[in-house]
């Protein structure tokens, strides 16, 4: 028979009787029994093939197979006994084995609940980190601590560990165990946990709980304060945070001070939010610069910290432009405009116009051969290239003054009696003109940049379509004036009359140009010294038409031909002309 048989609680045990008999004899009888409390207990008695059960602890859950071996189902923790297995052989006596039958049951993962309240470094006793239970095993584990994966050993007023083993109604047992522990403010990411470890069939196991983290409780060592965002890129006009940060848990109290004159220090804790450590300072200004500390204060052990900081807000002031020479202007006078400055950091000069292009860079503007057109607001643009945002502008007004000069006027106009029309004249100059005419009429004016336009509206007559009108611009430095023609504009009849004769003019002109070309090309066209024009060909056809021109004047222009050529010629030729018209 094996010594021990081990089997999990709720299985079936299996206790084997193996024996042997002289002279392959058989058995009487075998009996199997258990001992309780140094008594034996009958189970079963078995006599050739025939059972019989004696225990009725064990009814129903008894049997026995053919090689005799004793089988127990649904074990509990009270069948782990001790087991024996008699056999009779008549002559050859009586012989026995036992078997003890060990019941297991693999603990329950642990639970581990860690301290909820926290625990303080400066505390004087030894704090609880944790507690552990293990629930329904057998036989009853023993349970082990680890900090950071590493084995805790009870240590005199450092480290304790008690554990309580209690058995429940159904044999199991429950193990639990406490963990106390002096921590340091290192121990703030400790990670702890407890291990259950048993035996199962003659080998050593262990389950493992999850890892805890306890609150550490330590005074703050460093304070640290900043300024967001950073102080060199602090401009006026920002918001800025004082953030004021502690190494201490949980979070001392937190007061803010800005220092003053002689050494004195402005509270600003109301100011500040003193649970979270942050000052807000809205819209700051260049005043607003200086020296702040942060202070804590520890309400357990009352100890003070602090930390300085200084705020440098930058700025840009005293923008000032200087125009050279300041005298008043005129047209074709240059003029210097200097553009100065004052900030902490170094600046960038730029000059635009009045709307808003860069004209040039640099602190000084030099503008040559002024006209009123140039006349214009210009501004110095003070820019700060390390401090992103900050900048300044300023404008100078240049103002070219002289007399008026006109530069539009609506000549000639055309226009018809008794119409209505409208007259204009537009001028620049500075100071600002009048403008005034001649004529009687609704005037209306209107200023744009540095010009002034003025529209007079008038009935032609006979007399100011003769005359025309006059408009006359003025300021303090002199007068311009210019002359408006007017010009008599034909009627929509005439005009018809006159487009309609012209048409009519080149219609004949083309007409007769065919009519000669035509004839070139049908026939020959001979010019003769002696006046005549014969332009028939030799050999004449019936149906020919000859035309005879007779003129009295041919013989007075043959005797003028004759005497500029110095030639005569005979008189029939000088009296008649033949036109010949063919088809």
Known sequence: M???????????????????????????????????????????????????????????????????????????????????????????????????????????????????????????????????????????????????????????????????????????????????????????????????HYWLRGQRRAVESRRVNVTVFYPAEHVKLQVMPSSALVKEGDDVKLVCEADGNPAPVFSFYKRGLEDSWQDLSSLADTNSGVLNLHDVKKSSSGLYRCQTLDLDDMRQLEKDVELVVNYIEGVHVKMEPSSPLQEGDSVRLSCDAHSPVALDYQWRDEKGRKVAEGNQLFLSNLTFETSSNFSCKVIAPSVPGLEQSKQVAVAVQGKPRIVAISSPLYVRQDEVVNLTCKAIAFPRPSVHWNVNGTAHEYVENQHIASNLTVRVNHDLLRAGAMCRVSNALGISEKHIQLLDQKTPESKGVIIVAIIICILVVAVLGSVIYFLHKKGKIPCGRAGKQDITKPEARKDKIVVEVKSDKLSEEAGLLQGANSEKRPAADQSEKYIDLRN
């Open 2 to 196: 094996p010594a021990v048989v081990e089997v999990e609680s709720g299985g079936t045990a299996r206790i084997e009787c193996n024996f042997y008999i002289p002279g392959n004899g058989s058995y009487t009888y075998i009996n199997w029994s258990y001992i309780d409390r140094s008594n034996r207990v009958r189970l079963c008695r078995i006599i050739g093939s025939e059972i019989l059960e004696e225990n009725m602890d064990y009814k129903g859950r008894l049997s026995v197979g053919e090689d005799n071996a004793l089988s127990i189902s649904r074990v509990t923790m009270q069948d782990a006994r001790t087991f024996v297995c008699q056999v009779g052989a008549g002559s050859h006596g009586v012989g026995e084995n036992r078997t003890e039958l060990h019941i297991y049951k693999v603990p329950e993962a642990p639970e581990i609940v860690a301290n909820p309240a926290g625990i303080s470094v400066q505390s004087s006793d030894i704090p609880q980190i944790a507690h552990c239970v293990s629930k329904n095993s057998f036989p009853p584990p023993n349970i082990t601590w680890h900090k950071n994966g590493e084995q805790l050993q009870p240590e005199e007023k450092m480290v304790k560990i008690p554990a309580t083993l209690t058995r429940e109604s159904s044999g199991l047992y429950t193990v639990s165990s406490t963990l106390f522990a002096h921590v340091t403010r290192e121990d703030r990411n400790s990670l702890y946990h407890c291990t259950v």
